[in-house]
């Protein structure tokens, strides 16, 4: 496609649910980006992918959350056990290449009950 | 601690103002600062500076860094309405991999 495509645009769930949220990066980037972003905090990273590889894990908040990357293309982000305090917008981007910019999704909004 | 400040927090200017946004850092191996413009949703790319001094430009928006005194600009000359946003400043932080750090963002509101 020709933009960063996330869905759900919306996911509201009960506490102690479980979550999936997908990215499908521009076609051709080899880098794929998750952040997080608060009411009133900046963005925060969460995990990058190389190809299928995560070299780097180290925003991962918690063992409930994980993410995978398949076919070099499509990202999930699963959280597991949902908290309250996992209610924000999760932000999906991608790059060309490693230190190139990085263009955004229009995110998913997640709302914990 | 990695950090990436940005001011004012928010501004609020009438159309036809220039405006200059401020972002400062503090990061380790530094490699490039990026500004992109948030309005609802997607924060869009606008500017990536890796050479200190010199001014890179798009129509009234310029963008400098100063990567001896650890901060850039943002300016935007004849604002209009279109403008208001919330404008973040992230910075590639070094080594293996390609996170940015991301500033808490400067929210402008251009009224008419």
């Known amino acids: 496609g020709a933009g960063v495509s996330q869905s759900p645009s919306n996911k509201v769930t009960e506490k102690g649910k479980d979550v999936e949220l997908r990215c499908d990066p521009i076609s051709g980037h080899t880098a794929l980006y998750w952040y997080r972003q608060s009411l009133g905090q900046g963005l925060e990273f969460l995990i990058y992918?190389?190809?299928?590889?995560?070299?780097?894990k180290s925003g991962l908040p918690s063992d409930r959350f994980s993410a995978e990357r398949t076919g070099g293309s499509v990202s999930t982000l699963t959280i597991q056990r949902t908290q309250q305090e996992d209610s924000a917008v999760y932000l999906c981007a991608s790059s060309y290449r490693g230190f190139q910019p990085q263009h955004f999704g229009d995110g998913t909004r997640l709302s914990i009950l | 601690e990695d950090k990436v400040v940005q001011s004012p927090l928010s501004l609020v200017v009438h159309e036809g103002d220039t405006v200059t946004l401020n972002c400062s850092y503090e990061v380790t191996n530094f490699r490039s600062l990026l500004w992109y413009k948030q309005e609802k949703k997607a924060p869009t790319f606008l500017f990536m500076l890796?050479?200190?001094?010199i001014e890179k430009k798009s129509g009234r928006l310029s963008s400098i860094l100063d990567n001896k005194e650890l901060f850039s600009i943002l300016n935007i000359t004849a604002t209009q309405t279109g403008d208001s946003a919330v404008y973040l400043c992230?910075?590639?932080?070094?080594?293996?991999?390609?996170?940015?750090?991301f500033g808490t963002g400067t929210l402008l509101a251009v009224q008419p």
């Open positions: 890796t050479s200190s001094g």
């Open positions: 992230a910075v590639f932080y070094g080594g293996a991999t390609n996170k940015l750090i």
């Open positions: 992918f190389q190809g299928n590889s995560a070299p780097d």
